[in-house]
């Protein structure tokens, strides 16, 4: 039989556990996505009352990276949301966002960056690719400084970044 001194040292441990775990998310996901994760959430926050309901978390994991299916979304309310399951605050979001994208497989990612960025599927990033997202992203690069970066990283000597290469420069820097 329990009593309720070791029953509230389990509870104090469970927390601090809890606790731990969140504080190494927020350390493996890093800042950037840490504030990337509140502004998914004051976006969709429409009425600032601190609370997104089931249709503005769906729409705000699916403004992180993840599509998540109806049943998905509810047990996150259920398992973070309020007692009745029908919202979630800004700090179960964060709880729940930050252990989604901390558990993301970085090889898969670069795999879809690199796929979006081969708008063509040609399997390879050119520098006629790499002008067009600069283009999209608003930034103005010299057309000899997209040549040398096509130069620096491409490994084999083919004129483009295949996606072994572009895997390579994402996990190493290059």
Known sequence: MMNGHSYGTTQRVGAFRQQQQQQQQLAKIGEDKLEEIKEAFSLFDTNKDGYIDYFELKVAMRALGFDQKKDEVLRVLQQNGTDDGAKIGLDGFIRVMSGMIAARDP?????????????????????QSLRRIARELGENIAEDEIQAMIDEFDLDSDGAINEDEFIKIMMNGH
Do not use: H, P, Q, R
């Open 107 to 127: 090889v898969e990612e670069y795999k879809k960056a690199f796929k979006l960025i081969d708008e063509g599927g040609s399997g390879v990033i050119t520098a």
